[in-house]
Each structure stands twice: as C-alpha cells, then as structure tokens.
C-alpha cells in the first residue's frame, strides 16, 4: 500500500474514545515515564524513555491531548542504541469518577484514549518518518492532601502504538510494527486555584442550627425576630412578638392571601402552604407526592445549595401550619457513578433536608428520609439536562388521621 494512501486512511479513521481530568476547565500537562515492550521483530532491548503532554478539556467528559514520547532502545548486535520519537494528537474520553462505599479502594476515573501521529525512528543512524496509530486504556486518581484538592492527577496507561513501517528501515521485512507501551505520571491542571480548598470552618454552639450529616458542620441560623424565619431568608426581619407571619417572615395581612393559594387569609385553614402544593377546598395540603429540582446540592456531596434553602423553608413553613402532616423525603441521583455509591449519596442528601426542617421547628418524628439512589430517575440519563432532573428530592406528604370521637 503506497504510504500516503495509508496515511490517508489513518487521518480518516474515527478518533477512540476520550479524558477530561477532574474539575478541569481549561488546559492541563502530564509528564509520563515510560517503558516499551518491543515488537519481536526489531533488533533490539526493550525501550525506556518519557512522554510530555498538553491537553484541553472538552466539556465534562472529553478532551485532546498533543503528546511527545521520546525513548531509547539497546541494540543487540553492538549494545548501542537506537531511537524512537512519537508525535501524537490523541482524542480521551472518560466514563466519570467512581466512588466505592464502602471507601475500600480509591476514587478512580477510567479513560480509553486514540491518536494518530507520526513515529520519527533513528535506528542503526538511519532516520525514517512513519505514519502511526496508537489505541490505549488508563486511570487517573485523583490526588488530595487533607482538605485540599489541586486538581493533580496519578495517571496510569497502557498503549499499543501501530506503526507503518513500508520496509525502508529496519526490520526490512517488516510492513508493520506493534510495540506496546506502559506509562505511569502526574497530570496538573495550568490554572492554580487556592479557593478549591474543602476545610470547613469550626463548629459552635448555637439555640437554632442545621447539622450536615457528611461533614458533622453544623450552621447555626439566627432568628432575631423570633418569628420562625431565619435572618438570611426573612424579608420582614423585625416583625412584632406574636405576629402570625407567613412564608417570607412577613405578618400575615387580614383579607390576603399570603400564601398566593387563591384562598382568603380569613378563610385559609393553612395560610402558609408552601407554592406548588395541592390543598383542599381548605387551603390545606392534601396527600401528595412533590418532585423538587431545586432541592439541590454542591457536586458530589449532601451539602444544601442556598437556593434549596430558601425551598426548604417554605416546605417547613407550610408543616408549621399543618400539624397533621408527615412527610417522607426521598433522595435521588443521576447513573453517573456507581450504583452502591447513588445509593449511599441519595440516603444522606435525604438526611441532611430532614436535618435542615428539623433545624426550622420540625419534629424529627414528622420526618422520614429513603434514598432511591439512580433506581428510579424521571427521565432517562442520556444528556446532562436530563441527568440534572434526575438529581432531585421527593416529598411524599401523608395525613395523620384525626383520633376518632369518643
């Protein structure tokens, strides 16, 4: 086959799949040693050398590398050596960080990688340009010191690298060549980043707190009104002692309606229930089940985003004003992880609301959390938009019945 049809062929092929080194957002390097198990065919040991790598990440999953290998091989014949330099644009994609529970063995992401690229061979002083193709699998765990996390990188890889070799250097009886490479290196992110850092600040003692079930942080909330609402969410934070208030921390008005459930405050039973909850002809909460996206966390973790707080107080608003209303809160995850570790995540993400209403007034014996983990997502997790509705927490409200007559 005339070289540049092979090479041709080989810039036409599909790319293999692709890496995009956790957290990255932008460009990284990787320095690499390398050892080389020699194709049978070439005159010589097998090879030692290192590869430099530039990479850029490509969304959350993806990302192109231009690589450098350089290596030596002793020659059998008269112990000298020969030379080997690779140039190589590879295409990586990996499949996520798996976590395993119980945490028995590291976080891992695992990558398959493919190029194309050139193979510059110095063998017995005759230099010969081949065209190439290199298929490969790796690891990448991520390295953390404490509560700091850089974003480094241990990658470890295994390669097989395809070389044409057309019989014009050595071996001469040879049209293609296989060596096999092992690579074990760091990878860096090129953009420092000091505020990565995970320490949480010391807890104290406080009347009114919320506890993070992960972390053991607890948050203390102030309440200086006294009226149910804490400061942060309470847009009246000075209303008088004894005012019934509602949602926001606002007096109720007479003849409004502040929970905007088109019922009358005068003739609301339940003038606090929560926007987006079914009631009665009432104004009170009914039996339901309630899907909440915006119940959401920080990446990774059951730590409570402030926009599900601000959810959270009104669904704590509303129980504070319905006694006889229990509440099941039920976590669920995306399949980006394994499943054992969705599980495990979803049961805490559902402790930590339950922590959080607890924290606003509600009895814990009100309270029941289950984590579904990925068993049961709304839609299925083919696209980031779609995996973001599957993160979510379900309320399943119940009534209590009333004791009967006696």
């Known amino acids: 086959m005339p070289r540049a049809l092979l090479l041709a062929t080989l810039l036409a092929a599909p790319a293999a799949m692709a890496l995009s080194a956790d957290d990255h957002r932008g460009y990284y390097f990787a320095g690499f040693a390398n050892y080389e198990l020699a194709d049978g065919a070439r005159d010589a040991d097998n090879g030692r050398g290192f590869q430099v790598t530039l990479g850029r990440a490509l969304g959350e999953h993806n990302a192109l590398e231009l690589s450098f290998l350089n290596l030596k091989r002793d020659r059998d014949i008269d112990g000298r050596a020969d030379y080997k330099s690779v140039f190589s644009l590879d295409y990586v994609r990996d499949f996520g960080l798996q976590r395993f529970q119980p945490a028995l063995l590291p976080d891992v992401k695992p990558y398959l990688l493919g190029s194309i690229g050139g193979v510059l061979e110095d063998v017995r002083g005759d230099k010969h ?7 490969g699998a790796g690891l990448l765990f991520p390295l953390r010191l404490g509560s700091w996390d850089w974003g480094w ?7 097989g690298l395809v070389q044409y070799n057309d019989r014009e250097s050595e071996p001469a009886n040879k049209d293609f060549l296989a060596d096999v490479h ?14 990565r850092s995970t320490a949480l600040p010391p807890s104290r003692e406080c009347a009114l707190s919320v506890v993070d079930p992960v972390t053991g942080r607890r948050d203390c909330l102030n309440d200086a009104d006294r009226d149910g609402v804490v400061d942060d969410s309470d847009a009246c934070p000075a209303t008088p002692d004894g005012d019934r208030v509602d949602a926001r921390g606002c007096s109720l008005v007479t003849g409004g309606d502040a929970d905007s459930d088109g019922i009358a405050d005068p003739d609301d039973a339940c003038p606090a229930t929560a926007v987006g909850l079914k009631i009665d002809a009432r104004g009170c909460a009914i039996e339901q089940t309630l899907s909440l996206q915006a119940v959401s966390f920080e990446s990774g973790s059951a730590v ?103």
């Open 153 to 159: 990188g241990l990658r470890t890889e295994v390669k």
């Open 129 to 135: 340009l081949h065209p190439a193709l290199n298929l």
């Open 182 to 195: 092992f690579q074990i290196g760091l990878n860096i992110p090129l953009v420092w980043n000091p505020g």
């Open 304 to 406: 409570l985003t402030g926009v599900a707080t601000e959810v959270l107080n009104g669904i704590a608003a509303s129980l504070n004003g319905q006694d006889n209303v229990s509440l099941e809160i039920g976590g669920h995850t995306d399949d980006t992880a394994s499943e054992a570790y969705n599980l495990k995540l979803s049961q805490l993400r559902a402790e930590a609301v339950r922590q959080y209403l607890i924290g606003r007034g509600i009895d814990g014996a009100r309270l029941t959390t289950r984590g579904y983990g990925e068993a049961r997502p709304l839609v299925a997790n083919d696209s980031d938009a779609n995996r973001a509705i599957n993160r979510r927490v379900d309320f399943k409200l119940q009534l209590t019945p009333a004791p009967a007559a006696p």
